[in-house]
């Protein structure tokens, strides 16, 4: 059987000795006993065989496990060295040293340097790169177009017709004081009317089949969205220098709304000052200029170096001169565009300037007219005016010389 661990050579002289007594006593005595005697001598006999049997084997197997290792210690040291020969082999190649010397020099190009990689690759159209497709990310970013904000502070009215005749006060009642018995002095108002004429604001856009059905945005969404930006940005500007032609009325152009010219070349807080006199109590006013104008602000300090505007915080709305100010009016001049610029307004814009919309925005898809070219002509429309009603009630800051 086999053993765990070599058997005791001493233990086995031991069971040698005793088998050997046990055969002489055996022989030497003969008494009632010697069956028994007979007995214990045959299974003591038989254990020694089988502990010497097992003692031969696992000797053999010992054996045979260093034979073992001694195998694989020697096919290790083989490999080990048909590795490092061809480790070495690989070294003295061209494609090794070509690849060392760009390695060596920092260049970003597989292709140069006369190295010449066999490998799939993607920077490499023809080592694999056709086969990497590219991405659209299908947000699409864009430039922000600044509007001028005239019609969210001015009075936005619903026409029912082309034209509207608008109808204001141009000067109230005189009273006087009368002796006793004296008649009453007559007097009487003095009315106007003006009329505002709405015109279309329109824009074309063609778009191909192919665009439509193809692109990776939903393009007449876009479509859309674009014309509303650019209603927006035209009529805004137009709200402050349109010359009234088939077209708005702007504050800048009215020559009825009154200027306020500047003590130097450039506007300056006593210069908003002056002009907050000029209006009169009893409207609600605020300031509109462009984010240039309100940056030169910015920068204007007092004697001691100190700025003089100082940042409004918490809850308090921003204010010049305790009047709000809206800073997004890009399309006015710049506070320092030369004489003659007019930078600033002050005023009552909802009492003072008007907006008349006939309809919202309509669309004409047209897919018939040039079918033959598979083009869609997209035509956007709409009918609005605005024009200034109360003069008095803006105040226009003009750089003067």
Known sequence: MPLDNELDVEAIKTLEDAKAALIAAQE???????????NATTALLAYSDQQQEAWKQAEAERKAHEERIEDLERNLAKSRQQNLAAKNAYRDTNEYKSFMSWYSR??????????????????????????????????????VTEISPLRLY??????????????????????????????????????????????AQTVEVVATQDM?????????????????EAFAENE??????????????????????????TAGATVSFDDFAKI????????????????????HLFTIKDNDSNPIWQPVGGDSRPVIYGYGYDSNAIDLDNHNDGVGSKPVI??????????????????????????????????????????????????IMRVSA
């Open 28 to 38: 030497s005595k003969a008494n009632d006993n010697a069956e028994t005697l007979k």
């Open 106 to 143: 920092g260049e970003k190009s597989l292709t140069g340097g006369g190295l010449d990689l066999k490998e799939l690759r993607t920077d490499v159209n023809t080592q694999g790169g056709f086969l990497v497709p590219s991405e659209t990310d299908y947000e699409l970013r864009k430039n």
């Open 154 to 199: 001015a009075r936005n009215r619903i026409i029912g017709g082309k034209t509207m005749d608008i109808n204001r006060r141009l000067d109230g009642l005189n009273a006087y004081f009368e002796g006793e018995g004296e008649p009453a002095q007559s007097d009487e108002q003095k009315y106007g009317s003006e009329s505002v004429t709405v015109h």
């Open 212 to 228: 439509l059905l193809m692109s990776a945005h939903d393009m007449e969404s876009e479509i859309v969205m674009d014309v509303g």
């Open 236 to 261: 805004g500007r137009l709200f402050l220098l349109g010359d009234g032609n088939k077209q708005p009325k702007g504050i800048i152009t009215d020559g009825r709304c009154d200027t306020v010219d």
């Open 276 to 295: 907050t006199g000029e209006l009169k109590r009893g409207y609600n006013p605020a300031w509109l200029m462009n984010r240039r104008t309100l940056a």
């Open 346 to 395: 002050f005023g009552d814009y909802r009492r003072g300037y008007e907006i008349f919309d006939l309809m919202g925005t309509a669309v004409v898809r047209d897919d018939y007219t040039q079918a033959k070219r598979r083009k869609v002509v997209f035509t956007f429309y709409r009918y609005l005016t605005a024009s200034v009603i109360l003069p008095e009630a803006i105040k």
